[in-house]
């Protein structure tokens, strides 16, 4: 029978990997929810520029990753290969934003 300490922690781990992925998601997915999350965390004058709602993308993406690793976390898997694995996705993820981005600004 695991402790109670245990049972706490698989549950922080839980709420951890669910905020972020959702957040990291939808800063990714919805150009609203920004603003939405934005009047939810009490910001009320914010100069939603096109540079500011790009910078949201990549923190969306590590907020992803480290969504993902709560999971390994909490699934006890803490071989080096899922971890690098994570690693190595964030990094294609925020590389292929990029692309999409200049692709999106040059207007192809």
């Known amino acids: 029978m695991k402790g109670t300490c245990y049972v706490l922690l698989k549950l922080l781990l839980l709420g951890v990997c669910l905020a972020h992925v959702g957040i990291g998601l939808g800063l ?5 929810f920004p603003k939405m999350l934005a ?6 004058q914010v100069a939603w520029s096109p540079q500011f709602l790009y910078i949201l993308r990549p923190i969306g993406v590590y907020m992803v990753v ?3 690793l709560a999971a390994v976390a909490f ?7 899922s971890l690098s694995f994570a690693v190595a996705k ?10 999409l981005s200049q ?5 192809r």
């Open 28 to 32: 990714n997915v919805s150009p609203e």
């Open 39 to 44: 009047l939810w965390y009490g910001a009320t």
């Open 66 to 68: 480290m969504g993902l």
């Open 75 to 81: 699934g006890d898997s803490w071989d080096r290969t």
């Open 90 to 99: 964030r990094t294609f993820l925020v590389t292929r934003q990029q692309v």
């Open 103 to 107: 692709k999106m600004a040059s207007g």
